[in-house]
């Protein structure tokens, strides 16, 4: 763990990977102390924003132990349809060297958590427990994927809120809506959330 500053209100918790940042994230939202505003998870940080003095934030930091997965409580779970027949769904069954109706099942059988968000609002990286489903970005990114769509890339899934231009492997699509801003909080997917997919 290496803390950096990032202002006056906030601190920038650094760790050597996903894991461990997840772990950590776990251990910090679960109980954060009053002056602490907001925790922002991504790949291998924690943004810590808060209303004080640095010091007791910075105490706290330090003295948090990450948890362990699936100790945490009150997380959420969200269940997802998914159509398979994604335009990339033969491709990733190359990659994979399993049948498309394999790389189906690995997706459906395994329960994915929300790692962190970003790219566009509503957008959750989702990491998984089967290794088997890991596979490279398209080498040529799409100028516009559709709205919906269900795409693996390295070691993610995910759901595109919107029609953007993307290069994630496309392995089906779905009708939740992952963004609305007249439900609270907007987001469907936030860090921590548990997804389960079915197959619609």
């Given at each position: 763990?290496?803390?950096?500053?990032?202002?006056?209100?906030?601190?920038?918790?650094?760790?050597?990977?996903?894991?461990?940042?997840?772990?950590?994230?776990?251990?910090?939202?679960?109980?954060?102390?009053?002056?602490?505003?907001?925790?922002?998870?991504?790949?291998?940080?924690?943004?810590?924003?808060?209303?004080?003095?640095?010091?007791?934030?910075?105490?706290?930091?330090?003295?948090?132990?990450?948890?362990?997965?699936?100790?945490?409580?009150?997380?959420?779970?969200?269940?997802?349809?998914?159509?398979?027949?994604?335009?990339?769904?033969?491709?990733?069954?190359?990659?994979?060297?399993?049948?498309?109706?394999?790389?189906?099942?690995?997706?459906?059988?395994?329960?994915?958590?929300?790692?962190?968000?970003?790219?566009?609002?509503?957008?959750?990286?989702?990491?998984?427990?089967?290794?088997?489903?890991?596979?490279?970005?398209?080498t040529s990114p799409r100028t516009s994927v559709p709205v919906g769509s269900v795409g693996l890339a390295g070691e993610?899934?995910?759901?595109?809120?919107?029609?953007?231009?993307?290069?994630?492997?496309?392995?089906?699509?779905?009708?939740?809506?992952?963004?609305?801003?007249?439900r609270d909080p907007p987001a469907l997917l936030r860090p921590g959330t548990t997804v389960r997919f079915e197959q619609?």
């Open positions: 763990m290496r803390i950096h500053s990032a202002g006056r209100s906030a601190t920038l918790v650094e760790f050597d990977g996903l894991d461990e940042t997840m772990a950590y994230y776990r251990a910090l939202a679960a109980d954060p102390p009053p002056p602490v505003v907001d925790l922002v998870p991504a790949a291998r940080t924690v943004l810590v924003t808060f209303d004080g003095p640095p010091g007791p934030v910075l105490q706290w930091i330090s003295s948090v132990q990450p948890t362990v997965e699936g100790t945490e409580a009150g997380s959420d779970t969200v269940t997802i349809p998914v159509v398979y027949d994604g335009e990339d769904l033969d491709e990733v069954a190359r990659l994979t060297d399993l049948s498309t109706t394999e790389v189906v099942a690995a997706h459906l059988d395994q329960t994915w958590t929300v790692a962190f968000g970003g790219f566009a609002p509503g957008f959750g990286y989702l990491v998984g427990t089967d290794t088997r489903l890991h596979v490279p970005r398209r993610f899934s995910g759901i595109y809120p919107r029609s953007s231009p993307g290069g994630w492997q496309l392995i089906g699509r779905t009708d939740a809506q992952l963004w609305n801003l007249d619609a």
